[in-house]
């Protein structure tokens, strides 16, 4: 199927767009107008764009069906300050209470359950129940149209963040990802949570690059059991490895045993084997697996 976005309705476009972009971290952004209103609101499109300096940014986008803008861009025009707050599963169901387009001048923190917690540097208040609270100076609002659905770009850069001690590591100076289950946006209703069901490494070369998967060997590379994942984990080392005489694994032992009459039969089963090690992320006996036969 083949979308044309420019032949479709601006609300078509969302869905579309909201179910294939995702999942997306939720900013639920605190402000506070001239008059010392305070607003809070949720925004799904947000992201981290620079570390020198630090830099986020989300967008308060128009509406698709009057066009009119949140009370939280008209805020930062008024104060540029924000404090973001970052949304996990413990405070998902209050901040989808707080995206209710409630009147101007009604306090969210209110009707939502938060509790206002003061910043250190900026007006806005922080939201008590968050366990990363980032007081932010709004650096530039960039607006990407004047249609309903349009964006706007609040670029803001960070001041100082707010961390929770239960959710660091043991040694107390980072944040273990496996305490912090975020929540995330997807289209529709849809939402999805991070927590470590469903949490993976994924090793990266860094200094040193990875081989690609085309210098791995041809029946490695041309393997019908090895999927793009597990030749991707095998390219992703940065020198071609060499056979272990030390390597011993009971399992390899008994499928050269059992397959020796059927050399294509045991080629299957060592990149059965093989796979099943990809998948425990154990590259390097996987590696020691598929060289067997080389």
């Given at each position: 199927?083949?979308?044309?976005?420019?032949?479709?309705?601006?609300?078509?476009?969302?869905?579309w767009l909201q179910h294939a972009i995702a999942p997306r971290p939720i900013c639920l952004a605190s402000t506070i107008n001239a008059?010392?209103?305070?607003?809070?609101?949720?925004?799904?499109?947000?992201?981290?764009?620079?570390?020198?300096?630090?830099?986020?940014?989300?967008?308060?986008?128009?509406?698709?069906?009057?066009?009119?803008?949140?009370?939280?861009?008209?805020?930062?025009?008024?104060?540029?300050?924000?404090?973001?707050?970052?949304?996990?599963?413990?405070?998902?169901?209050?901040?989808?209470?707080?995206?209710?387009?409630?009147p101007k001048g009604v306090n969210e923190f209110i009707k939502a359950g938060f509790s206002e917690e003061p910043a250190t540097l900026?007006?806005?208040p922080m939201v008590k129940e968050s366990k990363i609270k980032m007081e932010c100076r709004v650096i530039e609002v960039k607006p990407?149209?004047?249609?309903?659905?349009?964006?706007?770009?609040?670029?803001?850069?960070?001041?100082?963040?707010?961390?929770?001690?239960?959710?660091?590591?043991?040694?107390?100076?980072?944040?273990?990802?496996?305490?912090?289950?975020?929540?995330?946006?997807?289209?529709?209703?849809?939402?999805?949570?991070?927590?470590?069901?469903?949490?993976?490494?994924?090793?990266?070369?860094?200094?040193?690059?990875?081989?690609?998967?085309?210098?791995?060997?041809?029946?490695?590379?041309?393997?019908?059991?090895?999927?793009?994942?597990?030749?991707?984990?095998?390219?992703?080392?940065?020198?071609?490895?060499?056979?272990?005489?030390?390597?011993?694994?009971?399992?390899?032992?008994?499928?050269?045993?059992?397959?020796?009459?059927?050399?294509?039969?045991?080629?299957?089963?060592?990149?059965?084997?093989?796979?099943?090690?990809?998948?425990?992320?154990?590259?390097?006996?996987?590696?020691?697996?598929?060289?067997?036969?080389?």
């Amino acid at each position: 199927m083949q979308i044309t976005l420019s032949e479709i309705s601006p609300a078509q476009c969302q869905q579309w767009l909201q179910h294939a972009i995702a999942p997306r971290p939720i900013c639920l952004a605190s402000t506070i107008n001239a008059a010392g209103q305070v607003n809070l609101s949720p925004f799904s499109f947000f992201n981290l764009f620079s570390m020198v300096p630090p830099i986020v940014i989300f967008s308060a986008s128009r509406r698709m069906r009057d066009n009119t803008t949140k009370h939280t861009l008209e805020n930062v025009f008024e104060v540029p300050e924000v404090v973001i707050n970052i949304v996990d599963d413990d405070m998902v169901q209050q901040v989808s209470l707080a995206s209710c387009e409630f009147p101007k001048g009604v306090n969210e923190f209110i009707k939502a359950g938060f509790s206002e917690e003061p910043a250190t540097l900026v007006k806005p208040p922080m939201v008590k129940e968050s366990k990363i609270k980032m007081e932010c100076r709004v650096i530039e609002v960039k607006p990407l149209g004047t249609k309903g659905g349009a964006g706007n770009l609040v670029i803001c850069e960070i001041l100082r963040m707010h961390v929770a001690d239960s959710i660091l590591n043991e040694r107390g100076d980072m944040i273990e990802q496996q305490k912090l289950h975020h929540v995330a946006r997807l289209g529709g209703h849809w939402y999805c949570r991070v927590d470590t069901s469903n949490l993976f490494e994924v090793e990266k070369p860094n200094t040193q690059l990875g081989i690609g998967i085309d210098a791995l060997p041809e029946n490695i590379r041309n393997s019908t059991i090895l999927s793009g994942n597990d030749l991707g984990q095998l390219g992703n080392i940065h020198e071609l490895p060499m056979v272990d005489p030390a390597f011993d694994d009971e399992r390899l032992r008994s499928i050269f045993q059992y397959y020796a009459i059927d050399p294509k039969e045991m080629e299957k089963e060592l990149h059965l084997y093989a796979k099943s090690l990809l998948q425990q992320h154990k590259t390097m006996d996987a590696w020691q697996v598929l060289l067997s036969l080389q």
